[in-house]
């Protein structure tokens, strides 16, 4: 069964900590993508990769971190000094930049 | 720097009602176009897209999207919406490659469709 898998569904952070977002591929996409989802907002880019140890940043970046150390795989790291991170956060992939992307299920992370 | 608009934030139709939601971008150069759907509780998925060819493009469940080139737009059409439409719909253009070709959203526009 081919998609992208995100986990958990649901996340609770205290304030402080850092907190890690899974996002795993198997559709052997190249490009990956993590996006921010805030009501009446749309979707923001918060990071981006074409290709395995590589990632740039999108337009939200500040307080959070990524790795992209296997083409399956894009973790997301919300820091403490992400100002405001409770939000619904999308994961994405395809096969190259540009290309039509696909979305995950989703994690929606509450600072308590 | 791209941007998308959506004209409508929230739109309140009855079934078998017509739709049209407006997409408006701004980058003058070679874009590529989508809409997405969100269902309550479920995956964003790919409504329709548009790459090249054919400025009407179909999609699933009955949609279509129109691509004007001199207007900048890609608006959503469907003649006679359903209950089952209600969701929330983003248009979305992609960045050139240099820029990683993420997608820039626009804000959605709420569909609720009263039965």
């Known amino acids: 069964d081919g998609g992208i898998t995100q986990s958990p569904k649901y996340l609770f952070r205290k304030e402080g900590q850092n907190v890690t977002l899974s996002c795993e591929q198997n559709?052997?996409?190249?490009?990956m993508y993590w996006y921010r989802q805030d009501p009446g907002q749309g979707l923001r880019l918060i990071y981006y990769?074409?290709?395995?140890?590589?990632?740039q940043k999108g337009d939200i970046a500040e307080g959070y971190s990524v790795s992209r150390e296997k083409k399956e795989s894009f973790p997301l790291t919300v820091t403490s000094a992400q100002k405001n991170p409770t939000a619904f956060y999308l994961c994405?992939?395809?096969?190259?930049?540009?290309?039509?992307?696909?979305f995950g299920p989703g994690t929606r992370l509450t600072v308590l | 720097a791209q941007s998308v608009s959506q004209h409508n934030h929230h739109v309140i139709l009855s079934e078998a009602a017509s739709l049209e939601l407006g997409c408006n971008y701004s980058?003058?150069?070679?874009?590529?176009l989508f809409w997405y759907v969100q269902y309550p509780g479920q995956h964003l998925q790919l409504l329709l897209k548009?790459?090249?060819?054919?400025?009407l493009v179909k999609g699933i469940k009955g949609f279509e999207a129109e691509f004007i080139k001199s207007k900048f737009s890609f608006n959503l059409r469907k003649p006679s919406v359903q209950w089952s439409d209600t969701a929330e719909y983003f248009c979305?253009?992609?960045?050139?490659?240099?820029?990683?070709?993420?997608?820039?959203f626009g804000q959605g526009t709420e569909l609720s469709v009263k039965p």
């Open positions: 548009y790459f090249s060819g054919d400025p």
């Open positions: 559709l052997n996409h190249d490009a």
């Open positions: 994405a992939s395809s096969l190259a930049a540009t290309d039509t992307q696909y």
């Open positions: 980058y003058g150069g070679t874009v590529n």
């Open positions: 990769s074409q290709i395995v140890n590589d990632f």
């Open positions: 979305a253009v992609n960045a050139p490659y240099n820029q990683g070709g993420k997608l820039i």
